[in-house]
């Protein structure tokens, strides 16, 4: 069973920025795991806005989110990052990332964090 914590939201203007931290349970062997962040807005279906295959083979992002979000990791603080760039409005909701145990399918994930808040606003 692995636990994702995620941290780093809050309120912001448009243009600006925040980093967002994923923090897997102990134990977790890191870079064997998919790692996706999801976006939930009010009134709005669930999005995928970056994913992160196994050893960071392979990265992708949503079109919406495309050269303004850059997703990482530090294996050694077993925590993965969504670095949030020239935020506008459209980008609040609440951000949860996922994992999935086999290494390559964020879109169905095995694990879930709890989720932080982001908003854009002036």
């Known amino acids: 069973q692995m636990r994702l914590d995620e941290s780093g939201g809050g309120l912001v203007e448009p243009g600006g920025s925040l980093r967002l931290s994923c923090e897997a349970s102990?134990?977790?062997?890191?870079?064997?795991?998919?790692y996706g962040w999801f976006r939930q807005a009010p009134g709005k279906e669930r999005e995928l806005v970056a994913c992160?295959?196994?050893?960071?083979?392979?990265?992708s992002y949503g079109d919406s989110v495309k050269g303004r979000f850059t997703v990482s990791r530090d294996n050694a603080k077993h925590t993965v990052y969504l670095q949030m760039d020239n935020l506008k409005p459209e980008d609040s909701g609440v951000y949860h990332c996922?994992?999935?145990?086999?290494?390559?399918?964020?879109?169905?994930?095995?694990?879930w964090g709890h989720g932080t808040e982001v908003t854009v606003s002036s």
């Open positions: 996922a994992a999935d145990g086999a290494g390559w399918n964020c879109l169905s994930p095995d694990y």
């Open positions: 102990s134990g977790s062997t890191l870079d064997l795991y998919a």
């Open positions: 992160s295959t196994q050893n960071n083979a392979y990265i």
